[in-house]
């Protein structure tokens, strides 16, 4: 059976989730809890990385040296880099890069990673389109929306650098680990996938009611995790 290790990114969302893990074993390194055990009867590994690039790959690795997973997914929030995409919705990845690589003093496009085969790293069709498939089953009342997630040690808040990194990428939200837990995968030839929940418009609009909206993100995307795993 296939061992899946999982990223969350809220505190709240992994709690959910070891709560409803069975035969929990808990280990600590590099100052990440790595909770192993089953959901839904399958084997996984659940952790929460921190905040960031580097914190995503160092815990990709880890998830794929010591605990040998088949899969890393990744779930948190993200900023909204499209209009019709809205907050509580949900980006599924396609592929992933990172905005803020820049070594267009050698030459290089912006996003472009010198001396690596790639720079845009893709999730596998078929587990975009089934975890597509399975969050509108059991998220009806959402939008669903299969894209590129694009990375960097950024909060996006204004407009003009919205703008910039969508003009440059074209992607559906901004986060700040998937590129880097995608890249860190890819390394390894280790499948990934990202599931985000939009939190914002990645501007300087509307505030919102993250308390509210927290419940709400960790409720689609527990539910979403709970049914990938058995549809995997
Ligand atoms: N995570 C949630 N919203 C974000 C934003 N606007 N920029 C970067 N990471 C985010």
């Known amino acids: 059976m296939k061992k899946t290790g999982i990223i969350g990114a809220m505190e709240e969302e992994?709690?959910?989730?070891?709560?409803?893990?069975e035969g929990v074993s808990s280990r600590k390194k590099a100052g990440m809890e790595f909770l192993e055990g089953t959901l839904e009867g399958r084997p996984c590994v659940v952790v929460r990385s921190g905040i960031g690039k580097v914190?995503?790959?160092?815990?990709?690795?880890?998830?794929?040296?010591?605990?040998?997973?088949?899969?890393v997914v990744n779930t948190g929030v993200a900023g909204s880099l499209k209009a019709e995409i809205n907050i509580g919705d949900m980006v599924i990845s396609?592929?992933?890069?990172?905005?803020?690589?820049?070594?267009?003093?050698?030459g290089y496009d912006f996003g472009v990673i010198p001396r690596m085969e790639t720079s845009v790293f893709?999730?596998?069709?078929?587990?975009?389109?089934?975890a597509v498939k399975v969050c509108k089953e059991v998220n009806p009342d959402i939008g669903v929306f299969p894209g590129r997630v694009v990375s960097g040690d950024q909060f996006i808040s204004g407009r003009e650098k919205k703008i910039w990194i969508t003009e440059h990428f074209h992607g559906l939200c901004t986060e700040m680990e998937g590129g880097a837990i995608a890249q860190a995968a890819h390394l390894n030839n280790t499948p990934f996938?990202?599931?985000?929940?939009?939190?914002?418009?990645?501007?300087?609009?509307?505030?919102?009611?993250y308390g509210a909206f927290e419940?709400?993100?960790?409720?689609?995307?527990v539910k979403l995790v709970k049914a990938l795993i058995t549809a995997l």
């Not at 992994?14 to 893990?21: A, C, G, R, Y």
């Not at 396609?94 to 050698?106: I, P, R």
């Not at 893709?122 to 089934?130: K, M, R």
Request: hydrophobic share 40%; net charge negative; with cysteine.
């Open 55 to 71: 914190n995503g790959a160092v815990c990709t690795q880890i998830l794929i040296d010591d605990y040998s997973v088949d899969l």
């Open 215 to 221: 419940a709400k993100a960790i409720e689609h995307t």
């Open 122 to 130: 893709q999730t596998e069709e078929s587990l975009t389109a089934l």
């Open 14 to 21: 992994v709690n959910q989730l070891k709560n409803i893990m």
């Open 94 to 106: 396609s592929d992933a890069l990172q905005h803020d690589v820049d070594a267009t003093g050698f």
């Open 193 to 209: 996938l990202i599931i985000r929940a939009i939190s914002d418009k990645a501007d300087d609009s509307a505030h919102m009611d």
